[in-house]
């Protein structure tokens, strides 16, 4: 079992920058890969990010390629999420989650998730 708590969700104005971090519990985190998640209002919970058990591959959603950036630390069993230069479209609630098999952009492949955290940016 890993249980994820996430942190570091607000509200910041467009082109500004955020950190969310998703801290975990468990002893099988280190193996886990991990991947971050957004859902806005209406819509369908999409891919983020993903970052492979030892850190080394890291795979994004086009849109966010060049401003977000993911990176663990197994040694503090955390997970991060550097937002920069946001724009309100990323406004959504964001989740991290783990799976025990590859880095991956699909939902469905992850077994365990967190509640998520408010990020909201406004124009």
């Known amino acids: 079992q890993v249980q994820l708590v996430e942190s570091g969700g607000g509200l910041v104005q467009a082109g500004g920058s955020l950190r969310l971090s998703c801290a975990a519990s468990?002893?099988?985190?280190?193996?886990?890969?991990m991947g971050w998640f957004r859902q806005a209002p209406g819509k369908e919970r999409e891919f983020v990010a993903a970052i492979t058990w030892s850190g080394s591959s890291t795979i994004y959603t086009d849109s966010v390629k060049g401003r977000f950036t993911i990176s663990r630390d197994n040694a503090k069993k955390t997970v991060y999420l550097q937002m920069n230069s946001l724009k309100p479209e990323n406004t959504a609630v964001y989740y991290c989650?783990?799976?025990?098999?590859?880095?991956?952009?699909?939902?469905?492949?992850?077994?365990?998730w967190g509640q998520g955290t408010q990020v909201t940016v406004s124009s």
């Open positions: 989650a783990a799976t025990s098999g590859i880095a991956t952009p699909r939902v469905n492949r992850y077994d365990f």
């Open positions: 468990g002893r099988t985190f280190s193996t886990n890969a």
